[in-house]
């Protein structure tokens, strides 16, 4: 496996490293992952995480693995492992399914690295496209919601809906951008907000059930959000908020777009009925845990909900921006998502 270092996963010649997600943005610590079971771990806890990276990294650990002079076997139950830690974000088995074409032909270390190294390359690429394509939607001086964390720590590049605002950005293009905290593992509070700082972009940070007033007020122009798989009919997955938030865009005649790769579309999936949605525990609603401890102000019997993700039916969706390009609700119904298959 060739040396690389993207913001939250690397390797240099011995172990591969995630940045621990769970920990930011107190520290910045980076992990060594070594067996299946760190590398299940890691995935299963949101150490890394975002739908294009868990696939990465998903891939570049198993390359290393296969390069450790292990068995088919042992190589095949680790890709069984892999796939499940993580139900929803489909840029996991779409990795995990490449790696196996091969092996299917013949276990060879060498061919699965190649394949490994070319969906990490990929990945960066995609990310630059998507970029390109939805700053054409962002205009001098508007105010851009997103939710969660779709910036350089959720993908190998520079990242999906915060690529294209970086993109606009780097334009020169005046724009503000509102973090939804992204309630309850806070991606947006504690990554966004960490990315945007990084890389000099005004911010707000809201709670987010304040995104609707904020709507109202005149605060907002856009929505911009990431997916974890998208259907045929464009219905998609994400961090759950997602749909609220759609929904207060079509309320208050806003724009809302998703941002992804074509490697998180599911040419399996006709609609979002079909998606499955991770359930997580419910600690994660009950309080808050992190590098600053663990924190539970819900009574310890209390019954808990925990989607980690929801379902944006198409219909709410004003564009699909993808590295190949921008799709509006009509071309979706043309089949402009299938079309994509093979290409
Ligand atoms: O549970 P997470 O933090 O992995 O969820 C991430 C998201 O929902 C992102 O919006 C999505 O993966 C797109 S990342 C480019």
């Known amino acids: 496996m060739k040396n690389f270092e993207c913001m939250a996963l690397r390797y240099h010649g011995q172990y591969l490293e995630l940045l621990d997600q769970t920990r930011l943005p107190v520290e910045e610590h980076w992990l060594k992952i070594q067996t299946v079971d ?11 995480r975002g739908a294009p990276l868990i696939g990465v990294s998903a891939a570049v650990f198993l390359a290393l693995y296969a390069e450790s002079g292990i068995t088919e076997n042992d ?19 779409y990795a995990i399914d490449e790696i196996k074409k091969i092996v299917h032909q013949s276990f060879e270390p060498q061919s699965i690295t190649q394949v490994a190294e070319a969906i990490l390359d990929a990945d ?14 962002i205009q001098d001086g508007m105010g851009i919601l997103t939710h969660c964390n779709t910036g350089g720590l959720a993908t190998a590049g520079r990242g999906t809906a915060l690529g294209v605002i970086q993109t606009a950005f780097e334009q020169g293009k005046k724009i503000h951008v509102y973090v939804d905290e992204t309630r309850p593992l806070l ?22 059930n304040m995104a609707a007033a904020l709507m109202r007020d005149g605060k907002i122009q856009c929505a911009i959000v990431g997916a974890d798989r998208i259907a045929m009919n464009g219905d998609f997955a994400n961090k759950t908020g997602t749909y609220g938030v759609a929904v207060a865009c079509f309320h208050h005649n806003v724009p809302f777009y998703t941002a992804a790769p074509v490697t998180t579309l599911d040419f399996d999936c006709d609609n979002g009925l079909e998606i499955p949605i991770e359930e997580r525990t419910g600690e994660e609603v009950q309080g808050v845990r992190g590098a600053f401890g663990k924190v539970l102000w819900a009574p310890e019997n209390a019954k808990v909900y925990n989607p980690a993700f929801d379902i944006t039916s198409a219909e709410l969706v004003t564009g699909w921006i993808l590295d190949t390009g921008f799709y509006s609700q009509s071309d979706v119904e043309d089949g402009a998502l299938r079309r994509l298959q093979n290409k």
């Not at 509070?189 to 987010?208: A, H, N």
């Open 38 to 48: 760190d590398m299940y771990e890691a995935i299963h806890s949101l150490r890394v």
């Open 75 to 93: 190589f095949l139950k680790a890709t069984e492992r892999l796939r499940v830690a993580r139900p929803t974000a489909v840029n996991l088995m």
């Open 124 to 137: 960066k690429t995609l990310c630059q496209k998507i970029g390109e394509v939805g700053a054409e939607y």
């Open 187 to 208: 991606q947006g509070g504690r990554l966004t907000t960490w990315e945007l700082g990084k890389l000099g972009i005004p911010y707000t940070l809201i709670c987010d």
